[in-house]
Each structure stands twice: as structure tokens, then as C-alpha cells.
């Protein structure tokens, strides 16, 4: 019998075990993790052995698309460990695939279709995207796996406490001292180690799952913050805050204004030492939404920071029409601003507007103290970065004050 290691959602079989035979359902896909197999066809004995797969190998993938019955017996020659990867886990990602995915699931049908006499994709299949030609199959296929194997496993991440919320220091350019923080998810995954953020967090969104990390963020940063605050610099200028990064669609769910509500008061947390921020893409995507949540969320008294100013096209027209509290000047300019002219004008630019709208800026991705005092000297009031301070877990922070 199967045996199922459920934390990991995955199979283990013994010597000579099927993982499907012919006839069976079509509704799962399978990537060995370790061991082999073998591959049979024919409906009558003996079956003919047509491949022998071993670890990092991915079979009954046309069961993710077509719902057919099987075509093949595929048997464990050795004892095998198995991640199984359910057609649920991949409609989602069919209706918004990535061009890997697309790729690899069209190329894979393809062969399917041609050696079976049929030629006909599905009508529901993407149509190929003209940028997947930027690498091999190899390395696509091998791309395809991974992206695969992380939304089955991203499923079970929150509720196997395999997130973790960083806080980077925000400081006050002037003296250094400490204004707030940026909380930063992370996955440990249990096989693949830390997975970061610009990869899981896309696949999130693509899967639907973001709005339990996104709540999970929420309330975990608020019920941090009163171990944090006490780590700041006292300044009567400013509050101390802690900043999250919301995404569009978690923005954009009906009940996302009442949960910060709750999340604030739950800590017993000022909703002024709140801060959110949305990058200008985030914002694109629905901006009327977008726009009522913002309105509602600085009626309640939460900071909303426009992240990765000056990268997008629009952000100019966004600080006209909706009411950000800040700007945080993109790590890209501010890596470049001692060489290059354009950078240092950007910022520059950034700042007396920011001046001028009566908001705050942070600069991001300060490496140096060089950097760090030019940007004092132009009025930037607040960065972050490497120079000041990676990010850290809260108990690292909380045992060094």
C-alpha cells in the first residue's frame, strides 16, 4: 500500500509497486524525488517496458490537461519517493501560465497528441507565447517542475509554520538612529531550503494563495510590533512604524480594510505605526479598487508608501490622484547615483517633490556610509539597506536591545 507523508505531500512506495496502470483516471502528475521507474504499454501480458525514469524526472503530465484515462503503466522498480502534483494545484496556473508553464504543458501535449494519431490541442490551452524560445527545453522543463512543485507545496506552507517574517531597519539618515521597519515574508521549504520571495510571491498571486499570505503578513507584523517598537529611537517628529508589502489583489478583496482594522486593534497598536506599501504596478492593475481601499485605510490612519518610485510609468500621476504618505526611492537608482548622472538627478528630483507634496522618502539598497550621508545631505530622510542592516528574525532583534 501507499504510504503518504502528508507534511510533505508526498507518496512512498515499495519495490515493484503501480503508480497508475492503464485505464486508470488521468488526474495527476508525478516527479521522483528518489528511485525509478518503469514505464509499460500494451493491454495485453507482457507489457512492453518503453522508458525507465529516475530522480528529477517528471511523468503523467497530459493528465493535468486532457482528463483521458491513462495510456501506460508506470511501476517502481526500486523504492521510490514520489511528489504528486494534483490537476487542482494547475488549472489556476493554466488560466494565467507563466510562458514556462505554457511551454512545457503545450510541448508536452504535442508529443502526446502525435504519437497517439491525434493532433488537436484542447481548446482551453493558452496559445504559446512568443518569448518562450529564450532557453532549451532542458532548461524549461527543469523550470516547469520547480515552478510546479512549489504551488503544490505553497498550499501547505502557512499551515506547516514554514513562512517567517523578517524586519529590516529603517533608519533616520540624519543620525542614523532607528525610525522603523520593513517586515519581509520568507518560505523555508522543508526539500528546497529558502525560497525568496521574488519567486513564490508571483506564484502566489498566480494561484490565488497570496490572500492567506497576505493576511498571515498582516497579522503577524501587528502582533510583532510591540516587541518591536520598543527597539526605536524615540523622536517627536515621527512615530515609530512597520511596514508591510500588500499585493493588488489582496488590496483589491472586499474585507481587507476591516482586517487591518482588526489586525491594529487585536495588538493594541496605533494605526498610525502602520505603514503599507504598494509598488506602481500593484496600483495599475485595478486602480479603482485599489483607490477605495487607500482612501478608507488613510481614513483610519495608515501610512501608504509608494514603493519602487521612478521604476514604473505612472507613479507621477498616482501622487496627484491618491494620498501617499511617502515615496521609497527604488534600490536601482540609488546603487548608481555616484556614477551615473541620471540616477543622481532622479533622486534628486524624487526628493523635492516629496518636499513639495509634504511626504516622507526612503531611499532603499544603501550599501555605504557614502551613500547614505549624500542622501542626508539632499534631504532624504529616511533608508534602508545592507550598510545599516540585513534583515533580521524579531528574536535576533528583540535579544540585541
Not at 86 to 93: I, N
Request: hydrophobic share 45%; proline share 5%; with cysteine.
Amino acid at each position: 500500500m501507499h504510504t503518504l507523508i502528508s507534511e510533505f505531500s508526498r507518496e512512498v512506495l515499495a519495490a515493484g509497486e503501480a503508480v497508475f496502470q492503464i485505464g486508470d483516471t488521468g488526474d495527476s502528475a508525478y516527479v521522483i524525488e528518489s528511485g525509478c521507474v518503469e514505464v509499460l504499454v500494451g493491454a495485453t501480458q507482457p507489457q512492453q517496458r518503453v522508458a525507465v525514469l529516475a530522480e528529477g524526472a517528471m511523468f503523467g503530465e497530459v493528465a493535468l490537461l486532457d482528463r483521458q484515462a491513462r495510456t501506460a503503466t508506470v511501476r517502481t522498480l526500486v523504492p521510490t519517493t514520489l511528489v504528486r502534483i494534483d490537476r487542482a494545484h494547475v488549472d489556476e496556473l493554466l488560466v494565467r501560465a507563466d510562458p514556462v508553464i505554457q511551454y512545457l504543458l503545450r510541448l508536452l501535449l504535442e508529443r502526446f497528441r502525435s504519437s497517439s494519431g491525434k493532433s488537436e490541442l484542447p481548446p482551453t490551452l493558452p496559445p504559446l507565447s512568443d518569448h518562450t524560445a529564450f532557453a532549451p527545453p532542458e532548461d524549461l522543463h527543469a523550470a516547469a517542475v520547480r515552478t510546479l512543485s512549489l504551488a503544490h507545496d505553497l498550499s501547505d506552507a502557512i499551515a506547516r509554520d514554514q513562512l517567517d517574517l523578517f524586519y529590516q531597519p529603517i533608519v533616520r539618515l540624519t543620525d542614523g538612529s532607528l525610525a522603523g521597519y520593513e517586515a519581509l515574508v520568507r518560505w523555508r521549504h522543508p526539500v528546497l531550503g529558502v525560497v525568496q520571495p521574488d519567486e513564490f510571491i508571483p506564484l502566489a498571486e498566480k494561484t490565488g494563495l497570496v490572500h492567506r499570505i497576505g493576511q498571515w503578513v498582516l497579522q503577524r507584523a501587528t502582533a510583532d510590533w510591540p516587541a518591536l517598537r520598543p527597539t526605536c529611537a524615540a523622536n517627536a517628529g515621527v512615530r515609530p512604524f512597520v511596514s508591510i508589502n500588500l499585493s493588488a489583489p489582496e488590496l483589491c478583496s472586499a474585507g481587507i480594510v476591516d482586517a487591518v482594522e482588526r489586525s491594529v486593534r487585536n495588538a493594541a497598536m496605533d494605526p498610525q505605526e502602520l505603514r503599507i506599501e504598494l509598488t506602481e504596478t500593484v496600483i495599475i492593475s485595478s486602480l479603482e479598487k485599489v483607490s477605495a481601499s487607500i482612501a478608507s485605510l488613510r481614513a483610519m490612519g495608515v501610512g501608504i508608501a509608494l514603493d519602487d518610485f521612478g521604476t514604473g510609468y505612472a507613479g507621477l500621476d498616482y501622487l496627484q490622484t491618491l494620498p501617499f504618505t511617502a515615496i521609497k526611492i527604488d534600490r536601482a537608482f540609488v546603487a548608481h547615483m555616484h556614477a551615473a548622472e541620471r540616477s543622481f538627478q532622479i533622486i534628486k528630483s524624487a526628493l523635492a517633490l516629496a518636499r513639495q507634496l509634504g511626504i516622507s522618502a526612503v531611499a532603499e539598497g544603501i550599501e555605504d556610509a557614502a551613500t547614505g550621508a549624500l542622501l542626508s545631505s539632499m534631504g532624504c530622510e529616511f533608508g534602508q539597506g545592507y550598510h545599516y542592516a540585513r534583515p533580521l528574525p524579531l528574536g535576533d532583534i528583540v535579544g540585541r536591545s
